[in-house]
């Protein structure tokens, strides 16, 4: 019997699972723009971009959570 959260019993997946998803979006957007032509170009462009926003928002996230209020 497992005692418990699941969370607990795969702690990699909170490390490392934003990134992954970031990774495999990029990845997908990259092909898309070699291989689905004018679609694939839009395409790209989302999943490219998808990491700027990301870094924003833990950027603002962190510099708000180290001020002391």
């Known amino acids: 019997m497992m005692h418990g959260s699941p969370l607990r019993s795969r702690p990699w ?8 998803l970031i ?4 990845s ?8 689905w032509g004018e679609i694939g170009k839009y395409v790209a462009w989302v999943t490219v971009g998808c990491p700027v926003p990301v870094i924003s928002w833990a950027w603002l996230r962190r510099d708000r959570t180290a001020k002391p209020s």
Do not use: E
């Open 13 to 20: 997946i909170r490390v490392f699972g934003a990134p992954i």
């Open 23 to 26: 990774a495999v979006a990029t």
């Open 28 to 35: 997908i957007g990259l092909l898309a723009a070699l291989l």
